[in-house]
């Protein structure tokens, strides 16, 4: 594919503000409504709906800013997070169920139980997570429509 | 079985959006108050049991198609989370009863529908 093809599948780019958890899941409902009606299965927005939904809470809790960008592709889903903020040191230990850095703060409202890493995993076809310690974290995930 | 039915039965209180009882159909059920548990493991059409009062959980039951949401042990929802759940039009409703006992008459219901 292209580079132009790529930038012609983008079909939304959304901001989040680090701490705002008032608004904590309206970017996963944009993305969810914006996939709705162009044919794609169900089952395949559920899929990216809990991905989008957790990459929107690690940016929220964990970082200072970042963007959610999303793909359609005519074989695939991709979504695309990136942060500024503290990144993750070790990313096998991050991605160990039930490990989180999470404060109380998190915690009380139902968030940092350690799962959400694992959930984007589980709910993607690829999945790539890099991250430069002090500057940000980038997690790409991609979702085939066959899939 | 709708939530109409559901909530009679158990005499939950709705505390927003009961003009959707009646057409709601209540196909499963989860419990829970970790919202990445929520997300990953509950369905579309499920009647959800949790502790949490917060406006996220408006968030989770609107992406995940919840038919509503339960609230356990008394606890009240925030102001903000019945203004998100009016404008998402999820169905909350509230209880004294546990957590345990809810699921288990839920479970109960359906199970007999």
């Known amino acids: 594919m292209s580079d132009e093809d790529f930038i012609k599948s983008l079909e939304g780019v959304y901001h989040i503000q680090g701490r705002d958890f008032v608004d904590a899941g309206i970017v996963s409902s944009e993305v969810k409504k914006s996939l709705q009606g162009k044919g794609i299965p169900e089952s395949i927005i559920r899929r990216v709906a809990v991905i989008t939904f957790e990459a929107e809470i690690n ?5 200072q800013q970042g963007t959610i960008q999303l793909f359609i592709e005519p074989d695939a889903v991709i979504i695309e997070a990136n942060d500024i903020g503290p990144g993750i040191a070790d990313i096998d230990l991050a991605l160990q ?12 409202l139902g968030f940092g139980a350690g799962m959400g890493l694992n959930n984007i995993k589980k709910f993607s076809d690829v999945f790539e997570l890099t991250s430069d310690v002090g500057q940000g974290t980038h997690l790409k995930s991609i979702v085939k ?3 | 079985m709708n939530l109409e039915t559901l909530a009679e039965a158990l005499g939950l209180k709705c505390k927003c959006c009961w003009e959707k009882l009646k057409t709601t159909e209540v ?3 989860y419990a829970g108050d970790l919202l990445s548990d929520v997300m990953a493991n509950s369905n579309a059409g499920d009647i959800w049991v949790t502790r949490q009062v ?4 408006v968030a989770v039951a609107s992406l995940k198609g919840h038919a509503g949401i339960v609230i356990v042990q008394g606890a009240s929802p ?5 203004d998100r759940a009016g404008r998402e039009g999820i169905p909350i409703m509230v209880t004294d009863m546990s957590k345990f006992e809810v699921v288990g008459k839920i479970y109960q219901l359906l199970s007999e529908a």
């Not at chain 1, 169920?97 to 009380?108: F, K, L, V």
């Open chain 1, 145 to 147: 429509l066959s899939g």
């Open chain 2, 54 to 57: 917060h406006q996220n959980i």
């Open chain 2, 27 to 29: 196909k499963g059920g």
């Open chain 2, 78 to 82: 925030d102001k903000d989370t019945l």
């Open chain 1, 59 to 63: 940016i929220i809790s964990y970082a």
């Open chain 1, 97 to 108: 169920e039930g490990y989180s850095t999470a404060d109380d703060s998190i915690r009380e």
